[in-house]
């Protein structure tokens, strides 16, 4: 491998760092140990952006690091401005955090609406091909440094990434070795020589950075032992989580936060001897995966908050005939198509209350993208135990962005089928007509349930409703043409009588009492239930959460932090001693209406310490934020 060395004396001058005040930047500094570095890299969509993010994460994961990445990009198909940035630390992290330390730049308009964003001290790396103006950022260290000019110096503009790569790694002062190691790995098919070539220009790009900084560093990680970890988008650990929990079917239409679930599901499903369906639009998707439950198969669909309004009826039908299925909602802004990349969590009122005729679902809520993977097999587990369509809340911010998380324990959940008879029922009577009795009453509300084949299994199962004995009841004077009609009884054939129908509602109603034992409904910061304040978040605000709960307690204040993970049926007795013990309640969410608030103030009388943080501009919390309105209300 061809080797470049720099030293100060060698670097062309127009390529050494500048700083942007009136200090010198050839003074020799100690590396200061820090806790996290933030890199971010920025420039037009195309430009390699993100693959860059991607290796520097992957390597630096297998090294041990802890990582939270999160990529940003317009609501088109192509081109626009484009970031993705990594926050690198040695103990576990759930949040981009705030305070760039490193920013690379591949066109101007990265430097104008990120430069702000760097702290002081902080590098800016500019490609000095586009002439990058940089005068405004003063106390930052400004490095022009040839990217594209190394890309065609070996050949291929599409080499811009892992030129900027090695100037990133040089920076930070990661080791080359494991870049080299990854290089080979990734180019492996293309052979040797294409292989020797990202080495080289990483090796170039590494040390025109280190040159570059006349011996200034940024600071020093320490280096963590390696650990069995995994790197992944939420996206990627939900079709993990469905695939350990034993879904072998997926029907699913694309739709931007959600579509890695599937494209993931694509990839793997000849190993597990799944089937995935793209189907027309979401009520296809919804409805084949019904059809599967129906049929025995534990089956899923995903989407975002337009393809959930779509499936309404659909999630109806599934709670009066009483079939499991799982929907995934990874929520994004809106309404409407809305803004498809950027982050809200606006679908929590339809999740609840979509549907008619007083349908119930279960509500989950995903608390982490680790949790994802978990909470999606509970999912599974509760459709079929509670014979229900269950919805599962992600966001974009859990969905689309990669955290280092560890290796799942693939025994932690198990599967559960619930009330699933497979054999020794009676024989059918086809006299009497009597089939299997699906919708038997039951103390519990949830009746037996059989799949098709199963042996004197018989029933159908329609939209309609139905009673226990198969017959109206007395106290119905319908005629024999209405007795044909509407509703099923207890074999599933059509009926409706007064009294069977409050007796099916009844027992709809009755079984979801139960479920807020089944789950954890929510993960608590601390056991005591007093406190000064109490924060409240669902899925991806539970980083910044976190964050703002330990600084504030620094601070000496008595903070405690919930993240629900079951929103319906709304665990009110679970949460009642945490409600009562805060004195302020702080519900943080990412909507304008305040619809993780409105399930409190629904269940609670205490409004007057019911306190909402909202924001709806399609970035996520920063814990500065919660922080500062936090000191506000304490």
């Known amino acids: 491998m061809k080797s470049y060395v720099y030293d100060k004396k060698s670097i062309p001058d127009h390529y050494r760092a500048h700083r942007i ?32 993010g991607e290796i520097l994460g992957r390597v630096l994961a297998q090294e041990g690091y802890s990582l939270f990445s999160q990529r940003l990009f317009a609501s088109r198909i192509k081109g626009g401005h484009t970031t993705i940035a990594l926050r690198i630390a040695t103990k576990e992290i759930a949040t981009i955090g705030e305070h760039v ?72 002062g990661f080791p080359e070795t494991p870049f080299y190691r990854f290089i080979a790995e990734r180019f492996a098919k293309k052979g040797e020589a294409v292989i020797n070539k990202n080495k080289e220009i990483f090796k170039e790009g590494y040390d025109t950075a280190v040159a570059a900084m006349q011996g200034v560093e940024l600071g020093k990680l320490a280096v963590p032992e390696k650990k069995d970890q995994l790197y992944l988008l939420g996206n990627e650990a939900a079709a993990l989580g469905a695939i350990s929990a034993g879904s072998r079917f997926m029907a699913s239409y694309p ?43 534990r089956a899923f669909t995903a989407t975002s908050g337009p393809g959930l309004s779509l499936m309404a009826e659909s999630i109806s039908m599934a709670a009066v005939a009483e079939i499991p299925v799982v929907i995934i909602d990874v929520m994004r802004a809106g309404p409407s198509t809305g803004m498809a990349t950027k982050v809200e969590q606006s679908d929590i009122r339809y999740a609840v209350g979509s549907g008619h005729g007083d349908a119930e679902k279960i509500v989950l809520a995903a608390a982490s993208i680790e949790d994802c993977y978990y909470i999606v097999q509970e999912a599974f587990n509760l459709a079929e135990e509670y014979q229900t369509p269950v919805i599962v809340l992600s966001d974009l911010q859990f969905g689309m962005c990669k955290q280092s998380v560890p290796a799942f324990d693939r025994d932690r959940i198990g599967i559960r089928r619930g009330k699933l008879v497979t054999e020794g029922l009676s024989e059918l009577d086809m006299k009497t007509k009597s089939y299997f009795h699906r919708f038997v009453d039951t103390e519990d ?19 309609l409703e139905h009673n226990v004995f198969g017959t109206l009841s007395p106290s119905s004077a319908a005629s024999d043409v209405y007795k044909r009609q ?30 807020s034992k089944a789950i954890q409904p929510f993960t608590a910061a601390h056991e005591e239930t007093d406190c000064d304040l109490l924060l409240v978040g669902i899925t991806s605000t539970n980083g910044a959460l976190e964050e703002a709960r330990e600084c504030l307690e620094a601070e000496g204040r008595k903070v405690n932090h919930i993240q629900l993970r079951l929103i319906s049926p709304f665990p009110v007795e679970e949460l009642r001693p945490y409600i009562e013990g805060a004195k302020k309640v702080l519900i943080v969410e990412e ?6 608030r409105e399930q409190f103030a629904i269940r609670f009388d205490c409004h007057d310490k019911l306190l909402s943080l909202l924001q709806y501009d399609g970035t996520p919390f920063l814990a500065s934020t919660i922080i500062n309105k936090s000191k506000e209300v304490i």
């Open 21 to 52: 005040d009136s200090l010198n930047i050839d003074k020799e500094e100690d590396g200061v140990e820090k806790k996290d570095f933030i890199w971010k890299m920025g420039g037009q969509q195309g430009q390699g952006v993100e693959s860059c």
């Open 101 to 172: 330390d490193c920013l690379v730049a591949l066109d101007q308009e990265t430097i104008d609406l990120h430069g702000k964003e760097i702290c002081e001290g902080g590098v800016i790396i500019a490609d000095d091909a586009f002439k990058p103006k940089w005068e405004t950022h003063t106390g930052r260290i400004f490095l022009p440094l040839p990217i594209t000019e190394m890309a065609k110096k070996y050949g291929s503009m599409q080499m811009k990434n892992i030129a900027a790569l090695g100037m990133s790694a040089g920076l930070l």
């Open 255 to 297: 739709i931007t936060p959600a579509s890695e679930i599937m494209e993931y599901m694509i990839k793997v499903s000849h190993k597990i001897h799944g089937t995935v369906v793209q189907t027309e639009d979401e009520l296809s998707s919804v409805m084949m995966a019904m059809g599967a439950g129906y049929g025995g198969v």
């Open 445 to 463: 509300g949830i009746s037996p349930r059989t799949i098709p084949g199963v042996k004197n299994g018989m029933f159908l199962s329609t939209g």
């Open 486 to 515: 509407l509703e099923h009884n207890v074999f599933g054939k059509p009926a409706e009588g007064q009294g069977d129908r409050v007796m099916e509602m009844e027992k709809r109603h009755r079984k979801f009492a139960t479920v």
């Open 591 to 596: 909507d304008l209406t305040a619809q993780l």
